[in-house]
């Protein structure tokens, strides 16, 4: 087996922790009291789990989209529930505070930042590879001063490709110089991240969290196991060492 001389890191659920659900909070709770929706938080979360699905199901068919206009379709399928259909402004409104709100509340793992400076300690290149567009993506590189660690970042937006499509692969491993044998794939989706990597040749760690499912993947069959599992960003450390001898 090659040596793991580069490693590719899904975003949410992988260096980010999915943040609690805020039953009427964020951006949710701007369109609801837009349209003085009153609902229990149980209602909100089953309709935003409906309403998101049908999102999903129409844009994880498509090899690229932007994922702005998946959220303005989650949020307009939403209102459609309760009766309303949002306009061009809302749901600018609704973009603006979903993406501060994202920002602002995204929990980065406890582990990152050592993780990846114990990584770059053994001469690993480092990337992230998000299905996210370039206004969510670079603010929180900013914040977190995460191009401290990075050699790269990449969008699916700037890749004009969405994991599991092969080109946002194929387009990071060009960015980086590096041959597929020898790049990891670390993502917590074993759809996106898992199958997407594997169809490339790939190998791939999937980082699995107790009680913590993976977004936007309802209805979507898993076509590939991971390489390695893990818990912690730490266990990568190993893993890189025992490869590489």
Same mark, same amino acid.
């Given at each position: 087996m090659s040596k793991i001389r580069g490693i590719f890191f899904d975003l949410g659920g992988t260096l980010f922790r999915y943040?609690?659900?805020? @039953? *009427?909070g964020g951006g949710i709770g701007y369109v609801m @009291?837009? %349209?003085?929706?009153?609902? #229990? *938080?149980?209602?909100? =979360?089953?309709?935003w789990r409906r309403a998101s699905g049908k999102a999903g199901t129409h844009y994880n068919a498509q090899p690229y989209f932007l994922h702005k206009d998946l959220f303005r379709a989650s949020v307009t399928h939403f209102l459609n529930e309760f009766g309303h259909t949002p306009d061009e402004d809302l749901l600018q409104m609704f973009h603006t505070t979903q993406l501060q709100g994202m920002v602002d509340h995204l929990p980065i793992r406890d582990e990152c930042t050592r993780a990846l400076t114990a990584l770059r300690e053994r001469g690993l290149y480092l990337s992230i590879v998000s299905n996210i567009d370039?206004?969510?993506?670079?603010?929180?590189?900013? $914040?977190?001063?995460?191009h401290d660690y990075l050699d790269h970042w990449t969008s699916s937006e700037e890749a004009k490709s969405c994991k599991p499509d092969a080109g946002i692969y194929h387009y990071c491993l060009d960015k980086a110089g590096?041959? $597929?044998?020898?790049?990891? %794939?670390?993502?917590? @989706?074993?759809?996106?991240?898992?199958? =997407?990597?594997?169809?490339? =040749?790939?190998? @791939?760690?999937?980082?699995?969290?107790? *009680?913590?499912?993976?977004?936007? #993947?309802? =209805?979507l069959e898993a #076509?590939?196991?991971?390489?390695?599992?893990?818990s912690s960003l730490d266990e990568l450390i190993p893993i890189v060492e025992q490869a590489n001898g």
């Open positions: 943040p609690p659900r805020r @039953s *009427g @009291s837009r %349209f003085n929706i009153e609902a #229990t *938080g149980e209602e909100i =979360g089953a309709a370039d206004d969510y993506l670079d603010p929180l590189i900013e $914040k977190h001063a995460l590096l041959p $597929k044998e020898e790049v990891l %794939f670390v993502g917590d @989706s074993l759809h996106h991240d898992v199958a =997407g990597a594997a169809a490339v =040749g790939m190998r @791939s760690a999937r980082i699995v969290e107790e *009680g913590v499912n993976t977004p936007l #993947t309802d =209805g #076509t590939a196991e991971p390489t390695y599992v893990i």
